[in-house]
């Protein structure tokens, strides 16, 4: 046993002082001194972080630095079986390049979030999420707590604080870092168009559980594992109005929303009485 922990009194010490170790990959949460304000952290190069959001609230992500790469799942909170489904977030709104106005929809045919703003270049519904293999084979490394950690795993590691697990990983959002679709069916990497404090303003239409991974982007063509911290504030906010133009677009929104709608009737309507479910 090392002198530093031979002793209760010792490792008491020994603990507390990591406090102030410098790790850039740890997250930082910051204390909540502002108004209406749920969440307010920086999730760093390799990191991740999960939350619940209720209904209403207003999800911002900024990219200070103007390099970050953020892989994102989405929930039904109260009903995690419920969550994003990519190819129908495409084939329901006839388009796979998300942005300003467009929604995050369920398997169920339901709107989770909604972009309300978007000043980012763009973002990959394409592509998939890093994993062990693809990390040790670009970067040498690919363990979920090693230099370069994989997005799968790390996804693993936040989903177990919200009694999910890897088996709940699906496919993801990639927020930040763009890819086109070229005639013959090839990618164009597009990631690094994106500015310096760029932001996406997500509107959650559900009580969402949200995780994201801060990890470089699969087609990244650059052989160093670089991505930069990603800024995260989320601020409570009204439910969306039913003349919303995000809501009344096209006939498709209008029915994700009367989709999600009617599951806020339904459990509405089944809560036992003198409390709610």
């Not at 994201?212 to 594992?225: A, E, Q």
């Not at 911290?229 to 039913?242: D, F, K, Q």
């Amino acid at each position: 046993m090392s002198s530093e922990t031979a002793t209760t009194t010792a490792a008491r010490a020994h603990a507390r002082a990591q406090a102030s170790a410098a790790d850039e990959r740890f997250q930082r949460t910051v204390p909540l001194t502002e108004p209406n304000v749920l969440w307010k952290e920086t999730v760093e190069a390799g990191n991740y972080s999960v939350r619940v959001l209720p209904r209403g609230t207003r999800l911002h992500l900024v990219d200070p630095e103007g390099d970050t790469s953020v892989q994102l799942l989405v929930f039904n909170h109260h009903q995690r079986a419920e969550r994003l489904n990519v190819p129908d977030t495409v084939k329901v709104q006839w388009q796979a390049y998300l942005g300003a106005g467009q929604l995050l929809l369920s398997d169920m045919g339901r709107v989770l979030l909604s972009f309300e703003s978007d000043t980012a270049a763009g973002h990959d519904t394409f592509n998939a999420m890093s994993n062990r293999a693809w990390n040790e084979a670009k970067y040498g490394d690919g363990g979920v707590h090693g230099p370069t950690p994989n997005a799968r795993d790390r996804f693993a590691v936040a989903l177990t604080k919200a009694g999910l697990g890897k088996r709940d990983v699906g496919p993801s959002v990639n927020l930040f870092k763009s890819v086109f679709v070229e005639p013959d069916g090839s990618f164009t990497w597009r990631g690094d168009e994106s500015p310096v404090g760029a932001e996406v303003v997500l509107r959650a239409e559900m009580d969402v559980l949200v995780a994201l991974t801060v990890t470089p982007h699969v087609l990244d063509p650059r052989t160093d594992y670089i991505v930069s911290p990603l800024e995260i504030t989320a601020r409570i906010g009204a439910p969306t109005a039913e003349d919303d133009p995000i809501r009344t677009a096209t006939p498709e929104s209008q029915r994700a929303y009367e989709n999600a709608e009617d599951w806020f009737r339904t459990r509405t309507e089944l809560a036992p009485v003198g409390g709610s479910q």
